[in-house]
């Protein structure tokens, strides 16, 4: 490939099925006690809400601060530095379509990712909510672009797993 080629990205999709209707679940995941109490999750060593604001049009914005859990060495530590692979997630939730619309900010290296998704919350038989997480992440680290597009997903799939935890757990004890 020559410089300037485009390079495939890494697609990701996980699912998580949450024993309650996609209106309760949605309003648990928009409360900000709730994101509070998810500080730590699997797959990161840090989760902070940053700040969370609804328009006049009921969308909300909410940007949370999320460091993966990680030791990054070898070439990768050479592209991002000496930090820690944190980034900043800007997220949009649409009521109408009970959807939330995400993308990342890295904090070091920001040009060399790109990561963006949506989170759908879809009903199923017996009361419950599919919710749905698809992405697209692009890591430009030449040879090992791929592998470190790999940590990050999983670290998302890890994190994402956990919350859906805490979600069932705290939608029980309400």
Do not use: N
Request: hydrophobic share 40%; with cysteine; proline share 5%.
């Amino acid at each position: 490939m020559g410089r300037g080629a485009i390079l495939p990205a890494m697609d990701f999709e996980f699912h998580h099925t949450v024993p309650a209707e996609p209106e309760e679940v949605a309003e648990v995941l928009l409360d900000r006690k709730f994101q509070s109490s998810l500080s730590k999750l699997d797959g990161l060593s840090e989760r902070k809400v940053l700040s969370q604001k609804k328009d006049g049009d009921g969308l909300v914005v909410r940007r949370i601060r999320c460091v993966l859990d990680i030791d990054i060495t070898g070439v990768a530590k050479k592209f991002i530095g000496d930090g820690d692979p944190a980034w900043v997630e800007e997220a949009t939730w649409h009521p109408d379509e009970m959807l939330w619309r995400w993308e990342v900010h890295p904090e070091l290296g920001g040009e060399l990712l790109e990561a963006s998704g949506a989170i759908a919350l879809k009903p199923v038989k017996g009361g419950k909510t599919k919710r749905l997480v698809t992405g697209e992440i692009k890591v430009r680290v030449p040879i090992y672009g791929s592998k470190v597009e790999g940590w990050v997903v999983h670290g998302l799939e890890s994190a994402y797993e956990d919350e859906a935890a805490h979600l069932t757990e705290w939608l029980g004890s309400t």
